[in-house]
């Protein structure tokens, strides 16, 4: 079965009581047994459950394997993970630019516990090498990243970490399975916030774990049912119903993304575009040989000053103004007074999060009527404009961006 059929019927045939087409949605807490420790696999909701059951084997056979548990959310999806295999003691490695949550959670959740997270360019071999001079429990990857959609190369990455002897986890949230498998490049665990393009309609919030074989997964199913982070039967079956839309949705989330990157690089009120999909992206070369399609998420330099970025943000017809990706409406965000806003404005310019970076996430609408929305609030840009004596300087370190991988990679 090829991957758009598997999300429409994979473990989805009519149920065999009703012949209802579509999985039920059962609402129960616990099921009845015939005697004692007689019963159908079913004894109570948090343990088992045949909504959620199904969810879980759709979701592993989309990343090409048999393990799967789903979770409450994303975090609760990574918080298993990290409870699963760190021990007081343990060292974590992360890429520079981590997804927010994941930071807080090892920051704050992990560190008290005595365990060390150590964020690491994953695009310096170098870097690479030292980091994993020293034992690490976990070598966490993130790619294309948030929210400057840096690609790592995940099979180098995955094949220096597990000869360290780590265990390589992908969150594998921004791509999704339609465009990027990590097992296939050497990871061991998959995680997901389900709440992006897995469920796909921004209507729940949930996570999923998927791993590469039983002995691995052992822990994870374990901790799902002893620590009881899991989702509701209703959110399990509104995403089996948005997967069956996954192949359509993304292929539109793709080539969406492409067609607002390839008219922001044209624009003289934009500084800086990253999106894989471009190929004077500096994520380019990679993108190409681990993604069969480059995403929904473009990020965007303006130039224009904060309070320009502000406007431009809070005033777009169809981006509207939230966190979250993924969704079928666009989103547009602005990392440094929202997602990012906690880390300190140094430590932020450091990490090249600038004060005029927005993050796009391109939903399945016409792509005409997004490009337009982006257009018209560029033209109001007073900044870039030739009176205010900038078009120059932004127009030629645009081209420089975009011929020098070096510039671009390093960020400001
Ligand atoms: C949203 C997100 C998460 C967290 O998922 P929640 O469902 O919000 O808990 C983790 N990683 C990435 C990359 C995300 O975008």
New binding site residues.
Partial sequence: MRFDTLTVHFAQDPDPTTGSLTTPLVATSTFVQEEPGVHRGFDYARSNHPTRRTLETVLAALEETEHCAVFA???AA?QAILQAFLRPGDRVLTGRDV?G??FRLLEKVWRPLGVVAESVDYADPAARASALKTPARIVWI?SPT?PRLDVVDLAAVAAEARAAGALVVV?N??ASPVNQRPFRLGADLVVH?A??YLAGHSDL???AVMAKDAETFAPIKFLQNATGATPSAFDCWLTLRGLKTLGLRVARHNSNAQAVAECLVRRPEVFRVRYPGLASDPGHAIAKTQMRGFGGVVSVELVATPEETRAFVSERRYFKLAE??GGVKSLVAYPAAMTHASIPAEERRARGLSDTLVRLSCGVEDPEDLIEDLQEGLSQLTSSKPSAGRLETATADTRAAASDTKTTSSGR
């Fill in positions: 959310s994303g975090l990574e997804y949550g994941t993130e948030n969150d949230t921004f916030s709440t992006k919030i949930q996570g979250s990706l």
